[in-house]
């Protein structure tokens, strides 16, 4: 199946400091992906649509001058948590549709532990 | 607005067969997903339905009911390794996959 990739798998960093985070499709090209964030014991939320091309669309409540996202090409979108803070510590997911592959699934990728000093 | 609920934490025995339940209010409706999420990792996928009926894959079962906005994962002859979180998610008008609380299953011996 699809598989979808992120790099960092944990980081850890001071407050104030800014984190950059890479989702890849490795074996598909995705128009569209997704971030995620999940805090311990809850679900995931969405926090943002990414779009190859064009602005991120943010979901209400979330900073998009605090979680910057770039979608440039059909396989990379970055999420950049600026300035973090304690609370920013989190998991973060990326998620995309293969949509050669009828574009039903949305597959995930293995997240990006963040922990914010 | 949407609102997607299900149990916060099931038991059931190893062996044994569970059904996890899953409402939901959406705006709009293009599919609903089960995922099953182990402590620490990310989602993987089970299943998807889009009509109404069952879906079979292995020991594992997917019911929607479009009319009613429910959803149930069945599953069957429970393993051990099946303990996880199970995530019921709707994908609604904007294409966008919404999830659910999510139900912590612990299977025990």
């Known amino acids: 199946g699809a598989v979808v990739s992120q790099h960092p798998s944990r980081v850890i960093c001071k407050s104030g400091t800014s984190v950059k985070i890479e989702c890849r499709s490795l074996?598909?090209?995705?128009?569209?992906m997704f971030w995620y964030r999940q805090f311990p014991k809850q679900s995931l939320m969405l926090m943002a649509t990414?779009?190859?091309?064009?602005?991120?669309?943010?979901e209400q409540g979330v900073e998009k001058d605090k979680f910057l996202i770039n979608h440039a090409s059909l396989t990379l979108s970055t999420l950049t948590v600026t300035s973090a803070h304690p609370e920013d510590s989190s998991f973060y997911i990326c998620?995309?549709?293969?949509?050669?592959?009828?574009?039903?699934?949305?597959?995930f990728g293995p997240g990006t532990r963040l922990l914010v000093l | 607005g949407q609102n997607i609920d299900q149990p916060t934490e099931m038991t059931a025995t190893e062996g044994a067969i569970v059904q996890i339940n899953c409402t939901y209010q959406?705006?709009?409706?293009?599919?609903l997903f089960w995922y099953q999420q182990h402590a620490g990792e990310a989602p993987t996928f089970l299943s998807y339905?889009?009509?109404?009926g069952l879906e079979e894959k292995g020991r594992f079962s997917s019911f929607l009911s479009r009319s009613k906005g429910y959803s149930y994962l069945l599953l069957k002859e429970l393993q051990m390794k099946d303990s996880a979180s199970y995530l019921c998610?709707?994908?609604?008008?904007?294409?966008?996959?919404?999830f659910g609380t999510g139900t912590l299953l612990a299977v025990q011996p």
């Open positions: 074996d598909f090209q995705a128009t569209t």
């Open positions: 998610a709707v994908r609604g008008a904007i294409n966008k996959l919404i």
């Open positions: 990414s779009n190859e091309g064009s602005k991120a669309t943010y």
């Open positions: 339905n889009v009509l109404d």
């Open positions: 959406t705006s709009g409706f293009n599919g």
């Open positions: 998620s995309a549709r293969d949509l050669t592959a009828g574009g039903e699934t949305q597959y």
